[in-house]
């Protein structure tokens, strides 16, 4: 399935044990949240976590709600999955993710449980396994939604170091963008660790824009504001795709194939781009206007 197109700017994770949090974030800003069964939960606190998660995953509105599940060799996975499928968060997020087989049964539990026909499968990308067999997971089922990249634990797995570029990611960045975009798939980046490094995280942000992601997965809720702005496109990008949509339609109708607007080629390519940011502009108008 080519997901859904919607914000997904800022996407937070709540941890599902905290009962406080998952209410406060109704009036969070975010376009998105995790409900997490699985890091952010200790051991004797998943069962409680689950019901809660099913019970909060249809209190936020418009917003996009994933439920982060314990992974299939744990002893929570299973009920986790049939749960979560009974629930009215959008989709299931499985996590380290290896194989095209993890996602078909998860699938498979989810179908015999009754989830609803669009509830979607998102993927953790976090291990060098998982990121080899990228594009064989993109393509293992239909309800794939989207990948989301753990780059802690990929971090780890590699020996690798948290650096501001992130040259140490840029091959696991890098082929987890081409599966998805191969498939249709929406591309979350992983989360920011140090939470007073405001730059620092806007910097990233940036960089995150520039591989092509849709937005940052967030662990504070402090992070919002910075994430919807990086990923949002400008007032003056909106201006000029909708200058070059309306010069381009014209030339079309006269018979042109390309035309030249302010000095510069526009071709159908440039349009298509052109589109896809106007669509994402008035989604955020949407998205603020029903938060009220």
Known sequence: MATVSRPRRSVLYM?????????????????GLI???????APDAKVEARANVVAAAGSYGQREVLIRVNGLNTAWGFEDIAAAAGSAAHG?????????DAVRMAEAIMVNAGARPDMAIWC????PLGILHAEEIAA???????????????????HAEHTPMRLPFVTSLGLCMLAARAYGLAMLDGVYLNLSDDEGFKDHCRQGREFGFDGKTLIHPKTIDAANEAFAPSPAEVEWSRKIIDAHAAATAEGKGVVVVDGKLVENLHVVNAKRLVALADQIEALKAAAG
Do not use: Y
């Not at 009962?19 to 969070?28: D, H, I, P, S, Y």
């Not at 409900?35 to 939960?41: F, G, P």
């Open 15 to 31: 941890p599902g044990s905290n009962t406080r949090a998952l209410e406060k974030a109704q009036g969070l800003a975010a376009d």
């Open 140 to 158: 293992a089922s239909p309800r794939l939604g989207g990948f989301v990249m753990g780059t802690s634990d990929l971090a780890k797995d590699l």
């Open 35 to 41: 409900l997490d069964l699985e890091d952010a939960v």
């Open 92 to 100: 299931i997020l499985l996590p380290k993710v290896e194989s095209a």
């Open 124 to 127: 953790m990308m976090e291990t």
